[in-house]
């Protein structure tokens, strides 16, 4: 079983969609969790942590579910920029700093 | 500010032979990370550098990967011999404090392709 688990994809939506992504982890102890972004032969770039209690940037909300070792991410009101593969990424090593990423979800976002 | 640069961008060697990669992290930023993703799986932690001294190499897949960061500033990572499977993308990352867990920045990777 991956430490970090994500649907592939690709979501196909249409501009102006709400669409969600959710993510589980196995590792109970993970400490920190977050949301990375990344275009097609980019690198990944940080989108924003998530919060046990939840946390809103702009069109953008997450969630994290420590009971259930779920974490999701919420986009309102997709705009065709948003197109990119989105990475679930957690922290599991207490003592380091290494993060551990889920395989990516994609997401196409359609004129 | 400039962000982490890597060089070169792409490498194609063939097997056996050395390659070695080089990474900028941001200016100032102590911690340095290696980490890796070959085709079809996700990115994976090869290694965390605290200026000059390995913090946790849990990652490295085996003896032919070595990494340096001498002075504590660049950091290199040499593959010798390569192998068709160390093909994919290096990426390194470089954050200013390990306190703020995750927040670390990304450079454009390295395409390694091993024939």
């Known amino acids: 079983r991956k430490e970090v688990e994500q649907d592939p994809g690709p979501f196909n939506v249409p501009e102006g969609a709400t669409v969600a992504f959710n993510c589980t982890y196995s590792?109970?102890?993970?400490?920190?969790f977050f949301w990375y972004r990344q275009d097609c032969r980019k690198e990944p770039k940080l989108l924003m942590s998530?919060?046990?209690s939840g946390n809103e940037d702009g069109r953008f909300t997450a969630q994290l579910n420590r009971a259930s070792q779920y974490i999701s991410l919420l986009i309102r009101d997709s705009k065709l920029s948003d197109s990119a593969t989105y990475l679930c990424v957690v922290n599991i090593n207490n003592a380091g700093n290494m993060l551990t990423f889920g395989g990516g979800t994609r997401l196409m976002v359609k004129p | 500010e400039a962000g982490v640069t890597q060089f070169p961008s792409h490498s194609v060697i063939e097997k056996g032979q050395t390659v070695t990669l080089r990474c900028d992290p941001i200016?100032?930023?102590?911690?340095l990370y290696w980490y890796r993703r070959v085709m079809g799986k996700e990115i994976k932690f090869l290694l965390h550098?605290?200026?000059?001294?390995?913090?946790?190499e849990s990652g490295m897949p085996n003896n032919r990967f070595l990494a340096e960061r001498t002075g504590g500033t660049y950091s290199t990572l040499k593959v010798q011999p390569a192998e068709l499977e160390d093909s994919g993308v290096y990426f390194c990352a470089s954050s200013q404090d390990s306190r703020e867990l995750g927040e670390q920045y990304f450079g454009p990777g390295t395409r390694l392709t091993v024939t």
């Open positions: 200016s100032g930023h102590d911690n």
């Open positions: 590792n109970s102890a993970s400490q920190s």
């Open positions: 550098f605290v200026k000059e001294s390995k913090q946790d």
């Open positions: 998530v919060y046990s």
